[in-house]
C-alpha cells in the first residue's frame, strides 16, 4: 500500500504565494510521473502540472509561468510553488503519483487534496 500525505494549502490574498507538498511512502519500487490536479467547485477535475522521472514538465495555461512543481526524489516528495496567485486558483488540489510497486504494479495513486483558498 502507498500513502500520500498533502499539505501547504490554505487562505492566500489574491498575488500571495503558496507551496504545496506531498510526500508517498509506503511499498514503492520506484515513482514515475507526479503531479498536482486541482478541482473548482461545480467544475470539473484538470491538470495543474506534471513531472516526469526524467524531469518533462507540463503545465495548465492558466498556471504557465505562476506555478513550478519540483520533487524531491531521495524524499519521494513533489511540491508546486503557486506565485502571483488568483481567485480563479481557488480549488482543492490533489496530488497524483504513478508508482511502481514493490512487487513491481504499476499503480496510481491520489492524495486527499488540500484546499486552496485565494481571496480578492
Known amino acids: 500500500q502507498v500513502q500520500l500525505v498533502e499539505s501547504g494549502g490554505g487562505l492566500v490574498q489574491a498575488g500571495g504565494s503558496l507551496r504545496l507538498s506531498c510526500a508517498a511512502s509506503g511499498s514503492i519500487k520506484g515513482i514515475n510521473a507526479m503531479g498536482w490536479y486541482r478541482q473548482a467547485p461545480g467544475k470539473q477535475r484538470e491538470l495543474v502540472a506534471v513531472?516526469?522521472?526524467?524531469?518533462?514538465?507540463n503545465y495548465a495555461d492558466s498556471v504557465q509561468g505562476r506555478f513550478t512543481i519540483s520533487r524531491d526524489n531521495a524524499k519521494n516528495t513533489v511540491y508546486l510553488q503557486m506565485n502571483s496567485l488568483k481567485p480563479e486558483d481557488t480549488a482543492v488540489y490533489y496530488c497524483?503519483?504513478?508508482?511502481?510497486?514493490?512487487?513491481?504494479?504499476?499503480?496510481?495513486?491520489w492524495g486527499k487534496g488540500t484546499l486552496v483558498t485565494v481571496s480578492s
Open positions: 513531472l516526469t522521472s526524467g524531469g518533462s514538465t
Open positions: 497524483n503519483v504513478d508508482v511502481v510497486t514493490l512487487d513491481y504494479y504499476a499503480m496510481r495513486y
